[in-house]
């Protein structure tokens, strides 16, 4: 019928209603704000990141040595300063902004295709899948390469079973969901413990356990290329699937109404988040929260069409993740794990918004 073949145009079409971009003039400024204010804060944090820590460099002296390699300015610094800066902290802070993209555009999807606002890599059990993979690389292989493969296996292990579980007919959809996220989540959490019990205590136990902490302090110029090129790929596939998410979000069948591959999309969706997820397991160790928290910050300022809430994610995880690492190598003398700050985070606001969830319902529209 006309009626049903115009609101499918509307649907399908990047301005559509599944866009969820029914932007008046007022959300079209607060988009612009947003993106106003991630425009400043990201230069002003990065340079303020880049000038702290044991060694404090002057603000300043930051962006005349950042200028300087492209820009000579005739300025002489420090060969300290520069060292501390080029080849410490800016590998350092470029891994926290993609690791906290990476883990903020993976909970935004997957809270799409699930039409679950309470899940996230860590609550639907990919972390600890990716956590056991790496640990068990670590126990046998010690490479980077065996690390980010065996993570990834292993993710895209606890991911699927998890969405097969959640297939499974109930009254109570999110519960069920949780729970099959807590249940895999458990049974990858015994298999790290298998794997530290029979590590080398004087060897690989500690570097498994310090590793499954999260923590930056060891990213150099090669981990932040085996981060950057996973997240990449996988974060431009999820951006490109945008408008099917939003279709998906509106339910199974009217998605099938609409012509969407179903099943298909909801599996490259999966296999992109598993791969970014491993990927940040690898070279960080399991960072918690932020895939379940982000997203719905951003979405109460950019609004449900993934088109926008996606890049909002991303940016929003990156920014927090680096506040959280500044906050990680500067607070203590000694450096403190980002699971730990993460999850002293996630965790109560986790609590908040099942209880908000159970009372209200998700708001989608």
Same mark, same amino acid.
């Given at each position: 019928?006309?009626?049903?073949?115009?609101?499918?145009?509307?649907?399908?079409?990047?301005?559509? +209603?599944?866009?969820?971009?029914?932007?008046?003039?007022?959300?079209?400024?607060?988009?612009?704000?947003?993106?106003?204010?991630?425009?400043?804060?990201?230069?002003?944090?990065? =340079?303020?990141?880049? $000038?702290?820590?044991?060694?404090?460099?002057?603000?300043?002296?930051?962006?005349?040595?950042?200028?300087?390699?492209?820009?000579?300015?005739?300025? +002489?610094?420090?060969?300290?300063?520069?060292?501390? &800066?080029?080849?410490?902290?800016?590998?350092?802070?470029?891994?926290?902004?993609?690791?906290?993209?990476? /883990?903020?555009?993976?909970?935004?999807?997957?809270?799409?295709?699930?039409?679950?606002? /309470?899940?996230?890599?860590?609550? @639907?059990?990919?972390?600890?899948?990716?956590?056991?993979?790496?640990?068990?690389?670590?126990?046998?292989?010690?490479?980077?390469?065996?690390?980010?493969?065996?993570?990834? &296996?292993?993710?895209?292990?606890?991911?699927?079973?998890?969405?097969?579980?959640?297939?499974?007919?109930?009254?109570?959809?999110?519960?069920?969901?949780?729970?099959?996220?807590?249940?895999?989540?458990?049974?990858?959490?015994?298999?790290?413990?298998?794997?530290?019990?029979?590590?080398?205590?004087?060897?690989?136990?500690?570097?498994?356990?310090?590793?499954?902490?999260?923590?930056?302090? $060891?990213?150099?110029?090669?981990?932040?290329?085996?981060?950057?090129?996973?997240?990449?790929?996988?974060?431009?596939?999820?951006?490109?699937?945008?408008?099917? =998410?939003?279709? !998906?979000?509106?339910?199974?069948?009217?998605?099938?109404?609409?012509?969407?591959?179903?099943?298909?999309?909801?599996? /490259?969706?999966?296999?992109?988040?598993?791969?970014?997820?491993?990927?940040?397991?690898?070279?960080?160790?399991?960072?918690?929260? =932020?895939?379940?928290?982000?997203?719905?910050?951003?979405?109460?300022?950019?609004?449900?069409?993934?088109?926008? !809430? !996606?890049? +909002?994610?991303? +940016?929003?995880?990156? /920014?927090?993740?680096?506040?959280?690492?500044?906050?990680?190598?500067?607070?203590?003398?000694?450096? =403190?794990?980002?699971?730990?700050?993460?999850?002293? @985070?996630?965790?109560?606001?986790?609590?908040?918004?099942?209880?908000?969830?159970?009372?209200?319902?998700?708001?989608?529209?």
């Amino acid at each position: 019928m006309p009626g049903e073949a115009a609101r499918e145009a509307r649907l399908l079409r990047p301005g559509g +209603a599944a866009a969820g971009s029914r932007v008046s003039g007022e959300d079209a400024r607060r988009h612009r704000l947003f993106w106003g204010a991630v425009a400043v804060a990201t230069p002003l944090l990065v =340079i303020g990141s880049l $000038s702290m820590g044991r060694y404090p460099i002057p603000f300043f002296d930051v962006i005349a040595i950042l200028v300087d390699n492209g820009v000579p300015l005739g300025i +002489a610094f420090p060969a300290s300063a520069e060292s501390v &800066v080029e080849l410490v902290r800016l590998p350092r802070i470029l891994a926290a902004l993609l690791a906290g993209a990476a /883990l903020g555009i993976a909970g935004a999807a997957l809270q799409g295709v699930f039409r679950n606002p /309470l899940v996230g890599p860590q609550i @639907i059990g990919v972390s600890s899948g990716a956590g056991f993979g790496g640990a068990l690389a670590i126990l046998l292989f010690g490479t980077a390469a065996a690390t980010v493969g065996l993570a990834f &296996v292993f993710g895209l292990g606890a991911i699927a079973i998890v969405y097969l579980m959640s297939r499974m007919q109930s009254q109570a959809p999110i519960l069920l969901l949780v729970l099959a996220g807590v249940v895999t989540s458990a049974f990858f959490s015994a298999l790290i413990s298998l794997v530290k019990y029979v590590a080398d205590p004087d060897n690989k136990l500690p570097a498994i356990v310090y590793w499954l902490m999260g923590s930056l302090a $060891s990213i150099g110029w090669p981990e932040v290329l085996v981060l950057a090129v996973p997240a990449i790929l996988s974060g431009l596939l999820i951006y490109g699937l945008r408008f099917r =998410i939003n279709v !998906l979000s509106f339910g199974d069948e009217d998605a099938h109404a609409l012509g969407v591959p179903v099943e298909r999309t909801r599996w /490259l969706v999966l296999v992109a988040v598993a791969l970014s997820s491993a990927a940040v397991v690898a070279v960080a160790g399991v960072i918690g929260w =932020i895939g379940l928290v982000v997203p719905h910050f951003a979405r109460a300022l950019v609004g449900p069409s993934h088109g926008e !809430l !996606l890049p +909002a994610s991303a +940016a929003l995880g990156a /920014l927090y993740l680096l506040v959280i690492d500044d906050v990680a190598r500067t607070a203590t003398a000694a450096e =403190i794990p980002l699971g730990i700050l993460t999850a002293l @985070i996630g965790a109560p606001v986790f609590a908040f918004l099942l209880r908000r969830t159970h009372l209200t319902g998700w708001r989608r529209d």
